[in-house]
C-alpha cells in the first residue's frame, strides 16, 4: 500500500469516518480509495487536489511526502490580525498550542475589559476636573 494511501487512511481516520465515506465528502466515487488500498495501486492527482480543497486543515507537505506534522498550524489572531506560529514552535504538540491560543484568549478578553475601566474612569475623572474648576471659580 502506497504511504500516500496510507496517510489519506489517517486522515478519514482523524475525520471520524470510514474511507467510503471519505471518499463522498470528496467526490470521488465509491471505492476509489478502497480498491486504491487493497490492490496497492495509485490514485489519480484530481482526488488528492479535492482532498487538500475540502480539507484545507491538512498539510499537503505531510500527505505528499510524509513529513511535518499532520495538521497545519492555526493562527493565532491577536486583535485581528492573524499570526501564524513559526518554525520556534514546530514540533509543539497540538494540545500546548491549543491551550496558548486559549491564554492569548483569555488575555485579549482582559484587555477588553480593562479599556472599558479605563474609559469609564477617564470620564468620571474629566468630571471631577470640571467640578474642582467649577469650585475654583467660586
Do not use: C
Not at 64 to 83: A, N
Amino acid at each position: 500500500m502506497s504511504s500516500i494511501l496510507k496517510r489519506i487512511k489517517l486522515v478519514a481516520d482523524h475525520e471520524g469516518m470510514s474511507v467510503s465515506a471519505f471518499e463522498a465528502t470528496i467526490g470521488a466515487s465509491k471505492g476509489v480509495f478502497t480498491r486504491a488500498l487493497t490492490n496497492g495501486t495509485d490514485i489519480q492527482s484530481k482526488w488528492l487536489i479535492s482532498l487538500m480543497e475540502n480539507y484545507p486543515d491538512y498539510s499537503a507537505e505531510w500527505l505528499l511526502r510524509g513529513e511535518g506534522e499532520m495538521l497545519k498550524p492555526k493562527p493565532i489572531v491577536v486583535e485581528g490580525s492573524e499570526t501564524y506560529l513559526n518554525a520556534e514552535l514546530d514540533g509543539v504538540s497540538n494540545a500546548v498550542i491549543h491551550a496558548l491560543q486559549q491564554v492569548v484568549s483569555t488575555q485579549n478578553v482582559t484587555i477588553k475589559s480593562q479599556e472599558k475601566i479605563i474609559f469609564f474612569m477617564e470620564r468620571q475623572l474629566s468630571v471631577y476636573e470640571s467640578e474642582l474648576d467649577t469650585l475654583k471659580k467660586k
